[in-house]
């Protein structure tokens, strides 16, 4: 099972990014799918998840209303679109597989896209 993340970078405050996690390994349709991030030093941080079905979805109350999770079933992918970037936002984002709603265990990990805010 591979779960690839992509479209980290570079951004100002104020700008918006869009994520994506390609998987490919498993039945994707099968999975809830999630989106983490991580500051070296801190906890891993809960950001978004998504149910199989994609009708599904659970923030945390620190992205909710500016990141929003979607997923394309017939490409295995999924995204987190993330808008009004802040410095606080910087960190390596990566998504998580697992089976189970709306609580689950992750069975899966990707390794991450590094995204960096400059104020």
């Known amino acids: 099972v591979q779960l690839q993340a992509s479209g980290g970078g570079l951004v100002q405050a104020g700008d918006s990014l869009t994520l994506a996690c390609a998987a490919s390994g498993l039945s994707f349709t099968s999975y809830t799918l999630g989106w983490f991030r991580r500051v070296p030093g801190k906890e891993r941080e809960f950001l978004a998840r998504?149910?199989?079905?994609?009708?599904?979805?659970i923030y945390a109350d620190s992205v909710k209303g500016r990141f929003t999770i979607s997923r394309d079933n017939a490409k295995n992918t999924v995204y987190l679109q993330m808008n009004s970037l802040i410095p606080e936002d910087t960190a390596r984002y990566y998504c998580g597989a697992g089976v189970g709603w709306p609580e689950l265990e992750y069975d899966y990990w990707g390794q991450g896209t590094l995204v960096t805010v400059s104020s």
């Open positions: 998504i149910s199989w079905t994609g009708r599904g979805s």
